[in-house]
């Protein structure tokens, strides 16, 4: 079936350091791939996104990178900063969106 | 002006008991979902109503019921609680044909005991 697998489970870095969080999916028929953040008691946020026909897109901070050939994307987060502290989930999708179990990063000051 | 509100945003109740759980959307969206977050942090899909029509309806037990009374409106009547469902659930809501992401409801925490 549809799977997602997402890696690492945990990240600790420190502040200024870059975060890349890596995701595969399973259904090549995706063509959507959201980042989402989700902060300690909170609803999961939207942060970023792309779709099949794009590589790459960045917005300030973060970027996110898609190889479809290898079903692979990822998250990139530059100059990091401790409200950047949270679980962040990957997902995929054509529709019905697929979350990958999601990275708990920790930005020390 | 809440996007996406859910209550109750806390459930306390015990085994056995029957509950719901509410979800209106005001963003004109055409589908809804109800998702559980595990104390794992995992996100599951459960259900999705497209224009008020079951479209998702995974590997979930028979005790949960979901019910669109409109698009605007999904709402989850849980029968029998047993301490496993004890979990976040979120609703979500999202423009189908946009293929654009989903934004989510402030959660309900379901605690049984």
């Known amino acids: 079936g549809e799977n997602v697998e997402q890696h690492p489970s945990t990240l600790s870095v420190q502040e200024g350091d870059s975060a890349v969080i890596k995701c595969t999916y399973s259904?090549?028929?995706?063509?959507?791939f959201p980042w989402y953040k989700q902060e300690l008691g909170k609803r999961p946020q939207l942060i970023i996104d792309?779709?099949?026909?794009?590589g790459e897109k960045k917005d300030q901070r973060i970027a996110v990178t898609l190889n479809k050939t290898a079903k692979h994307f990822s998250l990139h987060i530059t100059e990091t900063q401790p409200e950047d502290s949270a679980v962040y989930f990957c997902?995929?999708?054509?529709?019905?969106?697929?979350f990958g179990q999601g990275t708990e990063l920790s930005v020390k000051p | 002006d809440t996007a996406v509100s859910q209550t109750p945003k806390y459930l306390v109740t015990q085994m056995g008991n029957d509950k719901s759980i509410k979800c209106e959307q005001n963003?004109?969206?055409?589908?809804m979902y109800w998702y559980k977050q595990d104390s794992k942090k995992f996100l599951k899909i459960m259900f999705s109503y497209n224009n008020k029509e079951l479209i998702i309806n995974e590997t979930v037990p028979n005790r949960f019921s979901p019910k669109s009374p409109d698009k605007a409106h999904l709402n989850l009547h849980i029968n029998s609680l047993e301490l496993g469902d004890s979990a976040v659930y979120f609703c979500a809501s999202s423009q189908r044909e946009a293929g654009k992401g989903y934004t989510f409801g402030s959660g309900t925490r379901l605690t049984v005991v």
């Open positions: 792309i779709r099949s026909n794009v």
């Open positions: 259904d090549s028929a995706s063509n959507y």
């Open positions: 997902a995929a999708g054509l529709g019905k969106l697929i």
């Open positions: 963003l004109g969206h055409d589908t």
